[in-house]
């Protein structure tokens, strides 16, 4: 999986400036935007006001950071939830550390005003729901234009060399990890992707759980194409999937990047599907598009898989549940098309006002949940992978959760049919593997 988020970023890279390859996304969560406005007018600088805003893929120039940071390294941060006034003292800092014009300027008006504006931003704050995530940032308004810290050159300039002073231990050297070229290795893997699990097989190719500590070395080319793949898969490629999510990792197998590269424009309408069901569904399904438009590119030597990444994250560490490489795009044709034909088919025997015949993985989630994630999994991995699985213990589960709901008088028949349905589906599927794939 590194070596597929790495060629993503490889080739969006072609496509970005530098700075862009090293920031990170800010979080789902982080929804409000905290703007402290200024007026540029040639060298003069100026407050304006204070806003909420709502979240947008303005160019934040956000890297994440671990630990407290009295300085910054961009004038965008997250709330901690400990008042405006820590924020706009590092905002400060920020100016004090790096003499640039703007920067100073800032730091000026800040340190200045700032009893006004921590004032304004705290009264702003109690407005807003104590549970969602807030953040800080700077908006310049120069000659008619908005811009935010990542439209700045002078900004840029200093996200960037604070970037290659973090890296000190640039001056080691030896084998990156990635590309495996000897070169100047201050770089870590673990830096971007933060586990609590390394024993998916796959995930890592030198990787597996008797060698889990082994450290991830990268040159700062490869580090900046792992960090941007790892930006487009959290903004672009991730979604829910019962009581976990999922990333969608298109692979693409290709001569010249030049052939390339307007795919990732297709293949961000991945987003556009909010549950991994949807793809299984017919109506509408954007994965549809992405799969025709894949063919084309098929027909010009142009090859492609996907890869599914299944995991709960916490406290910014994920937690690796199954890892399905190299899906190919027929595979998952194969599911749509068994699963439409299993729908057509029970609809006359089984469809009443209540239930339509539909297949979802959520029936399977529902048995497992409590206790049997894993078996779960199994038949997600099954689904995809096309790897043999005992129907047994889908049969078992099934048997002790409809009971439980008769024995508390629950309803219970249209759950008893949707896991028919299921369970109908994983069977056939296990039972057409000519020429599937
Ligand atoms: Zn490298």
Redesign the pocket.
Known sequence: MFKAVYELGKLVSSKVEQTQRFTTDIGDNYVHELAIVFDKRGDNVDFVRCEKRTRSRRNYLFREKKGNVSVPISLTLRSAGKGSEKIVEKFINYGKANKTPLASEISKILFEKKEQIVDILDKIMDTLPKKERKFYTVVIRDGGEEKYPGDIDEFKEIFMKNILKDTDALEVEGT?F??G?K?KIGFKASEIFKFSSFDKPGFAYELNDKKYYVNMP??S??FSFLSMGKKILDQDLSMNFYGSKVYILPRFYYRDVEDVKDLMDVSRGIKRIKELKDIVVEKNNPYKAFEINMYLYLAEGVYTALNFVFYTAKNQEMKIHLSVLDVPPSRLRQISDIAKSIEDELSLTFATREYQPSVMFGPLYEVFKDGRFRTFFDYVEAIFKNEKISLQPLKRATLEYISSLKLNSKPFATKAKQLVTSAFFVDRLQHSVEGGL
Request: hydrophobic share 20%.
């Open positions: 990156c990635l590309c070229k070169e990268l040159c080319n490869c």
